[in-house]
């Protein structure tokens, strides 16, 4: 009987996962205002993917994003405290358990029910300039800029509200983001998510939903991030590349063969040549828990 649980809940985290994959890929497609020609033919089989947190971005993004609700007294400092300690443990762990997850994704929905999706949207925009915009990693964005360069599209896939992303991505010329969708109707939140929170599997399902809807050819794809809870992602594309690993994904890698880039260690970063990261073929769980408080006060 107990086995039995365990298969049947399985079999339902992964029905979420599909259904986050592929809601996160739709809304990718809305992107506005595509980056500026390069000059080089354009590539439309080929794409690049890349994580947010501590990949493209110093830290998590959406706790940056909750300091910056918190200083406008959406929740308490403390709230803010107790969210950073669920990073600090993600961290150190590697991996969220199930329940930490589903606990972190009650409070989000929480939070966002009954909200204005544009609310967000403005709020996300003035956080970014005030919080995120000094936090980018210029290697990343040097590596994302060499696949735009060559004609390829780039696409962000975070556990990040899609919201949030995609201002990300738009801040920086990239082509969009997939993230995790919350539900809305009308420009306001429901309270649920279509899916899941877009992490782990969950991104590897949007990464192919994406490459099904543009015509991409997974082979020629390459993906970057730090984190081994990303092995998914990375295992779909013809190139995986790990830039600024935890200790999970630099074991993963070195036993795959898989690039390593490090941006942390202050040593200027070693060029990077366009064949060797396009190649031959070319936290998430307690990710939402700083948006769990509705505005106090």
Not at 112 to 124: H, I, K, M, N, T
Not at 133 to 150: R, V
Not at 228 to 244: E, F, H, I, K, R
């Given at each position: 009987m107990?086995?039995?649980?365990?298969?049947?809940?399985?079999?339902?985290?992964?029905?979420?996962?599909?259904?986050?994959?592929?809601?996160?890929?739709?809304?990718?497609?809305t992107t506005p205002a595509p980056p500026e020609p390069s000059g080089a033919p354009t590539d439309l089989t080929a794409a690049a993917f890349f994580d947010v947190d501590n990949t493209m971005m110093m830290g998590a993004s959406i706790f940056h994003f909750a300091r910056g609700l918190a200083a406008r007294k959406y929740f308490k400092n403390s709230d803010l405290m107790g969210f950073a300690w669920q990073q600090i443990k993600f961290r150190v762990g590697g991996r969220e358990d199930p329940q930490s997850v589903k606990a972190s994704r009650e409070q989000a929905l929480s939070f966002?029910?009954?909200?204005?999706?544009?609310?967000?949207?403005?709020?996300?925009e003035e956080i970014y300039d005030e919080l995120m915009?000094?936090?980018?990693?210029?290697?990343?964005?040097?590596?994302?800029?060499?696949?735009?360069?060559?004609g390829q599209r780039v696409?962000?896939?975070?556990?990040?509200?899609?919201?949030?992303a995609q201002i990300i991505a738009r801040r920086l010329g990239l082509t969009g983001a997939l993230g995790t969708v919350s539900e809305s109707e009308n420009g306001i939140y429901t309270g649920k998510l279509v899916g899941d929170l877009l992490h782990g599997r969950a991104k590897a399902h949007a990464v192919r939903a994406l490459a099904a809807k543009e015509g991409l050819d997974l082979r020629r794809c390459t993906a970057y991030s730090?984190?081994?809870?990303?092995?998914?992602?990375?295992?779909?594309?013809?190139?995986?590349?790990?830039?600024?690993p935890d200790s999970g994904l630099r074991d993963t890698a070195r036993k795959r063969g898989w690039e390593i880039r490090d941006f942390r260690t202050g040593r200027k970063a070693a060029k990077i040549g366009v064949p060797s990261v396009l190649g031959a073929g070319a936290v998430a769980g307690a990710i939402a828990a700083g948006m769990a408080y509705r505005r106090r006060g």
């Open positions: 107990v086995k039995r649980r365990v298969v049947e809940g399985s079999a339902e985290r992964e029905r979420l996962a599909e259904l986050a994959g592929a809601a996160s890929a739709e809304a990718a497609l966002v029910a009954g909200r204005s999706v544009a609310e967000l949207v403005s709020l996300g915009a000094d936090k980018i990693w210029t290697g990343t964005q040097a590596l994302a800029q060499m696949h735009l360069d060559a696409w962000l896939v975070t556990a990040t509200p899609v919201e949030l730090d984190s081994v809870n990303d092995v998914p992602m990375l295992s779909v594309v013809g190139t995986a590349v790990a830039v600024n």
